[in-house]
């Protein structure tokens, strides 16, 4: 899958401006660019969008398993967050290191050019 991918759907996803680049495998690129839209009060990346793109390209890696249909949930995530953001493109890479029948363990990571700028770690929950 390429493309927006299953994000075309998404409300949220499009006021975000999340584009999934690529997904198959167990594994999920997601790209986002920085905006007014998307500033915390000090002017830099809000926590929260920055966790938007995480979980998403979490989720389309454990989607990517089942041919983009959206079987699984989150059920807790855990992230880092290494450095602040204050424009550019951010590019999310997300992969399933175990797919249970009842669960999916992913990790990700997010990069702005070749600076990491967040880990993260999640369960999913098969639905």
Known sequence: MAGAGGLAGSAFSRLLGLETIQAGDGRAEVRM????GLRNVHGKLHGGALFSLIDTAMGQACHSLTDGVPV?????????????????EL?????????GKRTL???AETLQGDKLVAKAQATFARI
């Open 72 to 88: 699984s949930v989150t059920l807790e995530s855990k992230i880092n967050y290494i450095r602040p953001v204050s424009d550019g």
């Open 91 to 99: 590019l999310c890479r997300a992969w399933v290191l175990h797919a």
């Open 33 to 36: 660019t920085m905006h007014d």
């Open 105 to 107: 363990v992913v990790e």
